[in-house]
């Protein structure tokens, strides 16, 4: 196996998922395995999802329906996003539960449904302010009866997404009343959901049919007792000593104060680790160094990233001398400001989901149960 690879703790995964429904009040799960399972890979993460009991799953494309359903995944798949006309066949064949938030596509579905002899079940998405996709609320009657017409689908589901439920109790309580308004015209015999991560952290008494929650499954939200899942771990392929003056990598944008240990560890921004991140970054050692005091056993010792992140390695700086078979962790399961995608994300200015959607396809992912290895992708 390539000696940098994504190791995925499906324990905490369970806790995650746990923490998230005691919250909704024991209501069912969508898990939402969208971008790979934000990064952790869906297949195996959406097999777990279901072993636990989740209701079904929930991803933003048909390529990744398809990946699933190639992989037997036989569980309810709702397709989130506003259903383009395109897409209405693919979607009938992978039996994907799509959204739908235009009249257009719908008719479109329709009309690929009964050319199949068949009734495709849908959700219907409302915008209750966010802004991006659904009806509007105020066309819910309008909807309802333009739906009747539509021998070819059969609406299951109904729901709206939060925009701010993380920020704004205001607007998400608006939010809510709204989806209340549809809830009141179309009647209690549907599938309602509405909740996110941060709107089932938050809003606990929403209580609707089910929670659809994504990033706390990867436990990415810090402060809310969500516990990351998974550590990005690499063995160093060069340990060697530089004399002082040295630069180090493109542009020369480190250079060694003394005589320094470094080691070069195989990733780079091709498997998702930001280039930002040059000489702010540290990687956490574990393992034993040799030092000054003879050999020391670390647990975690910090390590600076030092110079450029190339394509496919980094350089690192370490205390003394260790041996190629030496872990380091590149990302840890915390919320680290310097090593863990959270703190990744706090360093480049955006949210912890983009660095956890980057890693990369290429890296191996090694999953566990039990601490035991319960299953592993090749990258
Ligand atoms: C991504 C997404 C979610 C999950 O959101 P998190 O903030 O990751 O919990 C839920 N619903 C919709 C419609 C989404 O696009």
């Given at each position: 196996m390539r000696p940098a690879w994504l190791e995925v703790n499906l324990d905490l995964l369970a806790?995650?998922?746990?923490?998230?429904?005691?919250?909704?009040?024991?209501?069912?799960a969508i898990g939402v395995i969208k971008a790979n399972a934000y990064g952790h890979g869906a297949v195996e993460v959406g097999r777990e999802l279901l072993r636990l009991g989740v209701w079904g799953l929930?991803?933003?494309?048909?390529?990744?329906?398809?990946?699933?359903?190639?992989?037997?995944?036989?569980?309810?798949?709702?397709?989130?996003?506003?259903l383009h006309?395109?897409?209405?066949?693919?979607?009938?064949?992978?039996?994907?539960?799509?959204?739908?938030?235009?009249?257009?596509?719908a008719r479109a579905l329709d009309v690929r449904a009964r050319a199949r002899g068949r009734t495709v079940e849908v959700h219907l998405e409302f915008d209750t302010g966010m802004g991006r996709t659904g009806f509007p609320v105020e066309d819910a009657n309008a909807v309802k009866e333009g739906f009747a017409q539509l021998a070819g689908l059969e609406v299951t589901g109904i729901y709206s997404h939060f925009a701010?439920?993380?920020?704004?109790?205001?607007?998400?309580?608006?939010?809510?009343?709204?989806?209340?308004?549809?809830?009141?015209?179309?009647?209690?015999?549907?599938?309602?959901?509405?909740?996110?991560?941060?709107?089932?952290?938050?809003?606990?008494?929403?209580?609707?049919?089910?929670?659809?929650?994504?990033?706390?499954?990867?436990?990415?939200?810090?402060g809310l007792g969500l516990k990351p899942i998974a550590?990005?771990?690499?063995?160093?392929?060069?340990?060697?000593?530089?004399?002082?003056?040295?630069?180090?990598?493109?542009?020369?944008?480190?250079?060694?104060?003394s005589k320094e240990w470094i080691a070069t560890l195989p990733v780079g921004y091709a498997d998702g680790m930001p280039r930002l991140l040059y000489n702010r970054a540290t990687v956490k050692l574990l393992g034993t160094v040799e030092t000054r005091l003879g050999e020391v056993e670390t647990m975690g010792l910090?390590?600076?990233?030092?110079?450029?992140?190339?394509?496919?390695?980094?350089?690192?700086?370490?205390?003394?001398?260790?041996?190629l078979d030496t872990v380091f962790e590149v990302t840890t399961a915390d919320f680290d400001p310097t090593s863990s995608l959270w703190g990744w994300a706090e360093l480049t200015g955006t949210v912890s989901y983009e660095p956890a959607v980057r890693l990369?396809?290429?890296?191996?992912?090694?999953?566990?149960?039990?601490g035991v290895e319960v299953a592993r992708v090749e990258g």
């Amino acid at each position: 196996m390539r000696p940098a690879w994504l190791e995925v703790n499906l324990d905490l995964l369970a806790d995650n998922l746990n923490l998230l429904r005691s919250k909704a009040g024991g209501v069912p799960a969508i898990g939402v395995i969208k971008a790979n399972a934000y990064g952790h890979g869906a297949v195996e993460v959406g097999r777990e999802l279901l072993r636990l009991g989740v209701w079904g799953l929930a991803v933003a494309t048909v390529g990744e329906g398809r990946e699933l359903r190639k992989a037997g995944l036989e569980a309810p798949i709702l397709l989130m996003g506003s259903l383009h006309p395109d897409q209405a066949g693919e979607v009938i064949e992978l039996g994907l539960i799509p959204t739908i938030s235009t009249l257009e596509s719908a008719r479109a579905l329709d009309v690929r449904a009964r050319a199949r002899g068949r009734t495709v079940e849908v959700h219907l998405e409302f915008d209750t302010g966010m802004g991006r996709t659904g009806f509007p609320v105020e066309d819910a009657n309008a909807v309802k009866e333009g739906f009747a017409q539509l021998a070819g689908l059969e609406v299951t589901g109904i729901y709206s997404h939060f925009a701010d439920a993380e920020g704004n109790t205001l607007w998400t309580e608006e939010q809510i009343a709204n989806l209340a308004k549809v809830q009141a015209g179309f009647g209690p015999d549907y599938f309602y959901h509405l909740c996110n991560t941060a709107g089932t952290m938050n809003f606990p008494r929403v209580g609707l049919a089910a929670v659809r929650p994504g990033i706390g499954l990867y436990g990415l939200l810090p402060g809310l007792g969500l516990k990351p899942i998974a550590r990005l771990l690499a063995k160093p392929t060069l340990v060697k000593q530089l004399p002082a003056g040295h630069k180090i990598g493109y542009g020369g944008l480190y250079t060694t104060q003394s005589k320094e240990w470094i080691a070069t560890l195989p990733v780079g921004y091709a498997d998702g680790m930001p280039r930002l991140l040059y000489n702010r970054a540290t990687v956490k050692l574990l393992g034993t160094v040799e030092t000054r005091l003879g050999e020391v056993e670390t647990m975690g010792l910090e390590c600076p990233v030092v110079g450029r992140i190339s394509m496919d390695q980094i350089t690192v700086k370490l205390p003394g001398p260790v041996g190629l078979d030496t872990v380091f962790e590149v990302t840890t399961a915390d919320f680290d400001p310097t090593s863990s995608l959270w703190g990744w994300a706090e360093l480049t200015g955006t949210v912890s989901y983009e660095p956890a959607v980057r890693l990369a396809a290429r890296l191996p992912r090694v999953y566990l149960r039990g601490g035991v290895e319960v299953a592993r992708v090749e990258g």
